[in-house]
């Protein structure tokens, strides 16, 4: 049976060093079965986390299940990809030579309302 993936911060793990790990394989593993992760070290820095074959199996899984939900979501929203494009199609303007220049005269200049001051219901 498959476990709720559960990710403790990697300086809240069972540490062990690697030179344990060769000695007391038994016990690293009975650490593993019973806490699902083990951080292991070489001189006090964090080389690895040895997790269970459930956890493993458990990632495996949820890695599967969100590529899945990813490729489906693309296919269901045509209209937001076509929408990326055109933003995307758009931001790119700002990359050409001078668009900082243009922006910035841009703002400098007073707006043109044409007469046309429409206030909000609160003024």
Same mark, same amino acid.
């Given at each position: 049976?498959?476990?709720?993936?559960?990710?403790?911060?990697?300086?809240?793990?069972?540490?062990?060093?690697?030179?344990?790990?060769?000695?007391?394989?038994?016990?690293?593993?009975?650490?593993?079965?019973?806490?699902?992760?083990?951080?292991?070290?070489?001189?006090?820095?964090?080389?690895?986390?040895?997790?269970?074959? @459930? =956890?493993?199996?458990? #990632? !495996?899984?949820?890695?599967?299940?969100?590529?899945?939900? %990813?490729? &489906? +979501?693309? @296919? =269901?929203?045509?209209? #937001? !990809?076509?929408?990326?494009?055109?933003?995307?199609?758009? %931001?790119? &303007? +700002?990359?050409?030579?001078?668009?900082?220049?243009?922006?910035?005269?841009?703002?400098?200049?007073?707006?043109?309302?044409?007469?046309?001051?429409?206030?909000?219901?609160?003024?």
């Amino acid at each position: 049976m498959l476990h709720a993936l559960k990710f403790d911060p990697i300086t809240e793990l069972t540490r062990t060093t690697a030179s344990s790990v060769k000695e007391h394989w038994r016990k690293v593993m009975q650490d593993v079965r019973d806490q699902q992760a083990v951080l292991v070290t070489n001189h006090n820095e964090p080389q690895a986390v040895i997790i269970s074959a @459930e =956890q493993y199996q458990a #990632l !495996q899984a949820q890695v599967v299940g969100l590529q899945r939900d %990813l490729a &489906s +979501l693309r @296919e =269901q929203s045509p209209v #937001l !990809q076509q929408l990326r494009d055109s933003f995307d199609a758009r %931001l790119s &303007s +700002l990359d050409a030579a001078g668009a900082g220049n243009k922006a910035r005269a841009l703002l400098r200049k007073p707006a043109r309302l044409k007469g046309k001051v429409a206030a909000g219901t609160g003024y």
